[in-house]
């Protein structure tokens, strides 16, 4: 069964990631804004869902969340990974 954004990804992010993010116009909790298929000049496509896991695991910067005590475990980034894999359902 495909990784479910709402199901299995929205519930790794804090509510304090959230209210940042959608401070910084990045709406993570929002599928329709997570799945969008729309490319930027880094990512061919789903550039808001590539460039959210980018930041997580810290390729972009500044990572994603910012205290270290809050950054996500392995098993947490391969779950996103997966899900993107999957189809970003």
Same mark, same amino acid.
Request: net charge negative; aromatic share 12%.
């Given at each position: 069964?495909?990784?479910?954004?709402?199901?299995?990804?929205?519930?790794?992010?804090?509510?304090?990631?959230?209210?940042?993010?959608?401070?910084?116009?990045?709406?993570?909790?929002?599928?329709?804004?997570?799945?969008?298929?729309?490319? !930027? =000049?880094?990512?061919?496509?789903?550039?808001?869902?590539?460039?959210? $896991? %980018?930041?997580?695991?810290?390729?972009?910067?500044?990572?994603?969340?910012? !205290? =270290?005590?809050?950054?996500?475990?392995?098993?947490?980034?391969?779950? $996103? %990974?997966?899900?993107?894999?999957?189809?970003?359902?």
């Amino acid at each position: 069964m495909p990784v479910q954004f709402a199901i299995q990804i929205l519930p790794l992010f804090r509510p304090h990631d959230i209210v940042c993010m959608k401070n910084q116009h990045y709406p993570i909790n929002d599928y329709a804004f997570m799945s969008d298929v729309t490319g !930027d =000049a880094s990512f061919a496509d789903h550039a808001h869902a590539r460039h959210v $896991y %980018a930041r997580l695991t810290g390729t972009e910067k500044p990572q994603m969340p910012p !205290d =270290a005590g809050g950054r996500w475990s392995q098993q947490n980034l391969d779950l $996103y %990974a997966q899900w993107m894999t999957d189809g970003f359902q």
